[in-house]
Structure formats: structure tokens, C-alpha cells
């Protein structure tokens, strides 16, 4: 079994910053590429950013220059800066791996979600 929380979701006003954090814990042999994807409300998530174990990063045209993604291999956690947040940035957030387990099993899996409001 292999679990992703994340943390550092909330209410922050337009052109404030959080730091979105997702810990992956359990049966994990090895961790490939870590994503955030966005879903708001009445949308199809969408994938926001991603980073390989080889630290390549990739970004949504909405959001490059504003957010940074980022991994700590030692934690088994990775992260997404956001910064200059628009209300458009509204969304529940998912972080994503793709990582085999002690059975060398390759699995992708998801965190629960968390709501990252942007308004005034």
C-alpha cells in the first residue's frame, strides 16, 4: 500500500502565495514522476505541473513563471510553490505519483485532494 497527503492548501487573496507539500508513505520501492493536478468545479482536472526523477519539471502555460515544483527524494515528498495566485487558481488540488512498490509492482497513485481558494 502506498498513501499521499498533502497539506498547505487554504484561503489566500489574489497575489498571495501557498506551498502545497504531498508526502507519499507506505510499501514504495521507488518513486518515478510526481505531479499536481487542478480541478475546479465543473472541470476536468488538469494537470498543473510535473517533475521526473531526474528533477525535469514541466509546467502549465497558465502557471509558469508563478509556481515551482520541487521534490525531496529523502522524504518521499514533493511540492508546489504558488505564488502571484488568481482566483482563477481556485481549484482542488491532487498530488500524483507514479512509483513501483516492494513488490516491484508499478502503480500510480493519487492524494485526496485539497482546496486552494484564491479571493478577497
Known amino acids: 500500500q502506498v498513501q499521499l497527503v498533502e497539506s498547505g492548501g487554504g484561503l489566500v487573496q489574489p497575489g498571495g502565495s501557498l506551498r502545497l507539500s504531498c508526502a507519499a508513505s507506505g510499501s514504495i520501492f521507488r518513486i518515478g514522476a510526481m505531479g499536481w493536478y487542478s480541478q475546479a468545479p465543473g472541470k476536468q482536472r488538469e494537470l498543473v505541473s510535473s517533475?521526473?526523477?531526474?528533477?525535469?519539471?514541466d509546467y502549465a502555460d497558465s502557471v509558469k513563471g508563478r509556481f515551482t515544483i520541487s521534490r525531496d527524494n529523502a522524504k518521499n515528498t514533493f511540492y508546489l510553490q504558488m505564488n502571484s495566485l488568481k482566483p482563477e487558481d481556485t481549484a482542488v488540488y491532487y498530488c500524483?505519483?507514479?512509483?513501483?512498490?516492494?513488490?516491484?509492482?508499478?502503480?500510480?497513485?493519487w492524494g485526496q485532494g485539497i482546496q486552494v481558494t484564491v479571493s478577497s
Open positions: 500524483n505519483i507514479q512509483a513501483h512498490d516492494l513488490g516491484f509492482k508499478r502503480g500510480d497513485y
Open positions: 517533475i521526473t526523477d531526474r528533477d525535469s519539471t
